[in-house]
């Protein structure tokens, strides 16, 4: 589901893009259930109805959101600017983070949407916004991508194990 670059410096995730809206404050769960509110019930604009795929790659520079079929850059978020990410609690398959403008005095919550990702990605956004605030890096930067494997393998795991039960189950 997930790929890592030649060099080992991003990963890529395929997640829905639910899309993005201008936020007043920088965080907080308020802040992202009132964007994915606003993004379920848009005043007059279809555009932003209709769920793109993407990719969204993470980085030690930041969090790029990729056309999937395209590989058109969406958005580009240096992690400087991430101040917030979290899983939206009413709905586990929903995600977002919040990001300053670089140019304007403004916020902005990128809202995302992931079958079974969505834990792994607000996690690796979390580490990699951590390494990002640390001067030393341990290991090049490569703990962030080795960690999101790790979560994403474990989940992988835990998937493979229900579904042996559930064909266990059906062959009796």
Do not use: W
């Amino acid at each position: 589901m997930s790929d890592t670059s030649e060099d080992d410096n991003e990963i890529s995730f395929p997640v829905k893009f639910l899309g993005r809206v201008e936020v007043v404050r920088p965080d907080g769960l308020e802040v992202l259930s009132e964007a994915a509110q606003r993004l379920k019930t848009p005043l007059g604009d279809a555009s932003q109805t209709k769920k793109s795929k993407v990719l969204l790659f993470l980085s030690r520079g930041g969090v790029d959101v990729l056309e999937k079929k395209t590989k058109f850059m969406l958005y580009s978020c240096p992690l400087s600017t991430v101040s917030f990410c979290a899983v939206l609690p009413s709905s586990p398959k929903v995600f977002g983070f919040v990001a300053r403008h670089p140019a304007a005095d403004m916020n902005h919550c990128y809202v995302f949407q992931s079958r079974a990702l969505s834990h792994v990605l607000v996690s690796g956004i979390g580490e990699a916004f951590r390494a990002s605030r640390k001067e030393e890096r341990v290991g090049g930067g490569r703990d962030l991508i080795v960690e999101a494997l790790r979560l994403k393998n474990k989940m992988l795991q835990r998937e493979n194990a229900e579904l042996k039960d559930k064909l266990a189950k059906s062959k009796q």
